[in-house]
């Protein structure tokens, strides 16, 4: 059995916490991390509601680890497109450190406290629709960046509240920005948000078996 594996990922700070959360959960093997860019981390202008089950956020890290560049990739599970290379399988995934919605906004505003005509960034539909069909009276915007580049969009003013996932707070230690937890009959959350999902190689038979070490760490 391997004590180095090489793990691919994207570069934000986000995903390097990801892997470091992977990597407690099995101590006695190294990680080495490979930073892999993605369109997505490129592209910071198109709605992400035009790229779902894209690979938008995968297709540069799937193609290290079909090409055997990396051994293994760490993804948020929500952005693997439903249908994965045939050579590829999800070794391992976590329990969601929390599900929600979370919005952030100026002054700590809740969705019922913002002013009417307050501008809210978001990047999905769902969310979008969530927030016309609660209060109509709000403007519901795209907003691209990663989580810091989405704050400081915020306290530039851009917007007056912005939602993010609520794992993603928790993770970079900004759970005390949130001024609410979304109640899911506002915003349904997306079913894997808050997962995260380990992708080998199909032939990698030693690294399933300690990706599934995981499951005995994380049960669900």
Do not use: C, W
Not at 36 to 47: H, L, N, V
Not at 78 to 83: F, G, I, Q, V
Not at 183 to 190: K, L, M, T, V, W
Not at 203 to 219: A, T
Request: proline share 5%; glycine share 4%; hydrophobic share 40%.
């Amino acid at each position: 059995m391997p004590t180095r594996i090489k793990v691919g990922a994207r570069p934000s700070r986000l995903a390097l916490k990801q892997v470091e959360e992977i990597q407690r959960l099995l101590p006695d093997i190294k990680f080495d991390i490979v930073p892999i860019e993605t369109k997505g981390d490129r592209d910071k202008a198109t709605p992400l509601s035009l790229q779902e089950n894209t690979g938008f956020f995968t297709y540069e890290i799937e193609k290290a680890l079909l090409n055997r560049a990396i051994d293994a990739a760490i993804h948020s599970a929500k952005d693997l497109e439903e249908n994965s290379p045939q050579d590829l399988v999800i070794a391992a995934k976590t329990n969601s450190v929390s599900r929600s919605d979370a919005l952030v906004a100026r002054e700590n505003f809740t969705l019922d406290t913002l002013p009417a005509g307050s501008i809210v960034g978001t990047s999905s539909i769902n969310r979008k629709l969530g927030i016309s069909n609660y209060r109509s009276d709000l403007v519901a915007l795209d907003i691209r960046g990663n989580i810091d580049e989405r704050l400081l969009q915020l306290e530039r003013g851009y917007f007056d509240a912005i939602i993010v996932a609520h794992a993603a707070l928790i993770r970079l230690g900004y759970e005390n920005r949130a001024s609410q937890i979304i109640p899911e009959n506002i915003i349904q959350p997306h079913p894997l948000q808050g997962r995260l999902a380990v992708q080998v190689r199909k032939d990698r038979i030693d690294l399933i078996k300690i990706f599934r070490r995981i499951d005995e760490k994380d049960p669900r």
